[in-house]
């Protein structure tokens, strides 16, 4: 498997001003996610691990594109059968926040990520994560590890990842930002 397999990165025509607008009028619904360590694995035998962050789901401005444009543009990026939608949040991260290494659960074959603030970056680990996987939240809070790569994310634009797969991960934030994560399931 190789990594475009995995991650296809695009531009695309979205309305970041709505999207922005309703993420924040979205807010004061947002709950808190903070979980410590715990499980390196769910029962799909997905990787898990730490992870600080506020996430609300959306409105009729996220569905819309999750339907329209994500789906479009999504199923161009795959081979495999038609994917359809799932579910979309906002993900909100104060300073600090951060989301370590991880695979996405069940609903998420495909990941579609767009970063609507300053510029973001996703942290990839396309030959797994290395060592052992009950101290990788420390090891990853640490520094880079070997294999570590860094897909950057400029405002707005699309990042789709085999979210099931291929490990990621979301280093500290320094500013405060917000990710739209949009998920897709094959029939
Ligand atoms: O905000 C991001 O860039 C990553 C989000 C993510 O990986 C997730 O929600 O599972
Ligand atoms: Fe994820």
Redesign the pocket.
């Given at each position: 498997m190789t990594l475009s397999e995995y991650l296809s990165t695009r531009t695309i025509e979205i309305d970041l001003a709505s999207l922005l607008a309703e993420a924040d009028s979205y807010y004061p619904r947002a709950t808190r996610t903070e979980t410590e360590k715990g499980n390196t694995r769910d029962a799909y035998g997905r990787l898990r691990s730490g992870r600080a962050h506020w996430i609300s789901t959306g409105g009729p401005v996220l569905a819309e594109i999750h339907e329209g444009l994500m789906c479009r543009t999504v199923n161009e990026t795959t081979v495999a059968g038609e994917l359809f939608p799932t579910r979309s949040?906002y993900?909100y991260?104060e300073p600090g926040d951060y989301?370590g290494p991880?695979q996405?659960v069940q609903q998420?074959e495909r990941?579609a990520?767009v970063?609507l603030t300053e510029e973001?970056s996703?942290q990839i680990y396309p030959a797994g994560y290395p060592g052992d996987e009950a101290s990788a939240l420390d090891r990853f809070l640490a520094g880079p590890v070997t294999g570590e790569q860094c897909v950057e994310?400029p405002k707005g634009s699309l990042v789709v990842i085999d979210?099931g797969r291929l490990i990621?991960?979301?280093r500290p934030s320094t500013k405060r930002c917000i990710?739209a994560?949009f998920c897709f399931l094959s029939a």
């Open positions: 949040v993900i991260y989301i991880h996405d998420c990941t990520l970063s973001s996703l994310m979210g990621h991960a979301k990710t994560a």
